[in-house]
DNA sequence: CTATATAGTTAACCGCACTTAACTAACTAG
DNA sequence: CTAGTTAGTTAAGTGCGGTTAACTATATAG
């Protein structure tokens, strides 16, 4: 019935407005934490991720140790993340995510998802469910491309 | 059969992994383009407002006009927006996209959704089907949040 | 016509995320 | 044990987006 084409036009308008949405939700709140853009891309890093070292960081934010360091060190001092050596490699840091450094993450994906719950009152009980087995299939769908296999 | 909790589990589940990978493939391309964040967020607030003057430029990025009077002037400089006088009040300014700053607005939306084509590929026909009536219903709920009404 | 408010620009300055370069300390190979 | 590499820190300096303050020019109210 709906060509690969059809699928296309309709994730990406979705997309928009779903991107559009969540952004704004998301600058908001970035601002009012009063934390920077690179500040919360470690927090998230930290998040996925779990324990990780400096120059992990370094790398997914495209900069150099340096500038890691410094911005994990300040961090560290707004109690934010906690920094420990690492056992075994004692050259190397474990950076952590503190209680209040999760507790932060945790409220902004909170705020950025919001309205989510406003759009579930706009549908039907029916329509939610066709909604949630449509979205299943797409995580799935969205797993499968992490695990490329053959 | 399901709860509104449901629905909410299942869409935040989604929107954590639909935001990962779009704005990863986002950042790369802002980094890539040369400009930042606050440039793009001017040339996305322009692409989807239209022509619009400073002020409303400064107050979307909830900074002063000072701020956005500079950026905009650079960008201008870059040959990426337009500057013109409003024909119906002298004082104010006309602030459009160029041709050269669509373009590479477009490409950038290109970039963040190229993920979503190969998602396709691992749907089948009937399946994309379903996506896509329920993802209709999504944004019809969603345009109905913007307009309130009673 | 005069007052005042509004739209935008300009200049001086500040903070913060970056960089490079020099350094410390720990692991590793010969 | 020595030489070299690796993880991270520190210091000095840069660029850029942000601010406030002073200014120009147009619009509006009495």
């Given at each position: 019935?709906?060509?690969?084409?059809?699928?296309?036009?309709?994730?990406?308008?979705?997309?928009?407005?779903?991107?559009?949405?969540?952004?704004?939700?998301?600058?908001?709140y970035v601002k009012s934490s009063g934390l920077s853009m690179p500040q919360f891309s470690i927090l998230m890093?930290?998040?996925?991720?779990?324990?990780?070292?400096?120059?992990?960081?370094?790398?997914?934010?495209?900069?150099?140790?340096?500038?890691?360091?410094?911005l994990?060190?300040k961090m560290?001092?707004m109690?934010l993340?906690?920094?420990?050596?690492?056992?075994?490699?004692?050259?190397?840091?474990?950076?952590?995510?503190?209680?209040?450094g999760?507790?932060l993450l945790?409220?902004g994906?909170?705020?950025?998802?919001?309205?989510?719950?406003?759009?579930?009152?706009?549908?039907?009980?029916?329509?939610?469910?066709?909604?949630?087995?449509?979205?299943?299939?797409?995580?799935?769908?969205?797993?499968?491309?992490?695990?490329?296999?053959?």
């Amino acid at each position: 019935m709906s060509s690969p084409k059809q699928f296309n036009i309709t994730m990406r308008e979705w997309a928009e407005s779903f991107m559009h949405r969540s952004m704004r939700e998301w600058s908001r709140y970035v601002k009012s934490s009063g934390l920077s853009m690179p500040q919360f891309s470690i927090l998230m890093k930290i998040y996925h991720r779990g324990g990780c070292g400096i120059s992990d960081i370094s790398q997914h934010l495209d900069v150099t140790n340096a500038a890691a360091s410094q911005l994990v060190d300040k961090m560290v001092g707004m109690g934010l993340l906690d920094r420990a050596e690492d056992p075994n490699d004692r050259r190397a840091k474990q950076v952590t995510l503190s209680n209040k450094g999760r507790a932060l993450l945790e409220k902004g994906a909170e705020a950025r998802n919001r309205w989510v719950e406003d759009l579930a009152t706009h549908l039907t009980a029916q329509q939610r469910d066709e909604v949630i087995s449509a979205l299943k299939l797409l995580l799935e769908a969205s797993h499968a491309l992490d695990a490329p296999k053959s």
